[in-house]
């Protein structure tokens, strides 16, 4: 079974703080993504990456950098933090090789910014 | 460019009624088509997808879908819902040509009235 692991589950922080999200997947899959969910607008794709040290830009990329460090593991980081980043974040994996766009998400990331 | 619509913002059905969420599709190539399902404070789950193929997919828990080439969509039913169905339903797609890019729906929240 797909595995995808994010950390912290809920972050509280000020306006002008320094925040990283982190996710892990035990799948061996060689894409890894971050998404954000608004209401009103679905999932939004912030970044993305096909392997370690790789990073790509999605759709929603400013304020926000990322970095893959391992096949596993994929880090969003908001070192300026402002209100309209508050969300909820979610981390995904895919294996284009076997599952054709298909994503596995991890629980989630609450991220209030005050 | 590709996107897709889910024009039901709100779907209020009672339990064991029928059931249809809308997803309609932009895309000139060849998609590859997914519902995911968002159950209260969880992460998102795939419950079908669609290749190429047989244009009636199968998902988990009752749920089917239907693609439709000449009117861009992707519907989804179930013959009877049940309570244990209230949740956001994303329609998403992604293409032949760059599967690790997908698009998702602004969800349909479905309401079941006992």
């Known amino acids: 079974e797909a595995a995808v692991t994010q950390s912290p589950r809920n972050k509280v922080t000020v306006t002008g703080g320094n925040v990283t999200l982190s996710c892990r997947q035990t799948?061996?899959?060689?894409?890894m993504y971050w998404y954000r969910q608004d209401t009103g607008h679905g999932l939004r794709l912030i970044h993305y990456?096909?392997?370690?040290?790789?990073?790509q830009i999605g759709d929603v990329p400013d304020g926000y950098k990322a970095t893959r460090t391992t096949q596993e593991d994929f880090f969003l980081l908001l070192e300026l933090a402002s209100p309209s980043q508050t969300s909820l974040y979610f981390c995904a994996s895919s294996d284009l090789d076997r599952n054709t766009g298909q994503l596995y998400f991890g629980e989630g990331s609450k991220l209030t910014v005050l | 460019a590709q996107s897709v619509t889910q024009p039901d913002a709100r779907v209020t059905v009672s339990e064991g009624a029928s059931l249809q969420l809308r997803c309609k599709y932009s895309y000139f190539g060849t998609p590859y088509l997914f519902w995911y399902v968002q159950y209260p404070r969880q992460g998102l789950q795939l419950l079908l997808k669609y290749y190429p193929g047989d244009p009636v997919v199968q998902g988990v828990n009752g749920f089917e879908a239907e693609f439709s080439k000449s009117n861009s969509s992707f519907h989804l039913r179930k013959a009877s819902v049940h309570w244990s169905d209230w949740a956001v339903y994303f329609c998403?797609?992604?293409?032949?040509?760059?599967?690790?890019?997908?698009?998702f729906g602004k969800g349909t929240h479905l309401h079941v009235l006992p």
């Open positions: 799948n061996s899959h060689n894409y």
């Open positions: 990456s096909y392997g370690a040290g790789n990073l």
């Open positions: 998403a797609v992604s293409m032949d040509t760059n599967a690790y890019k997908v698009i």
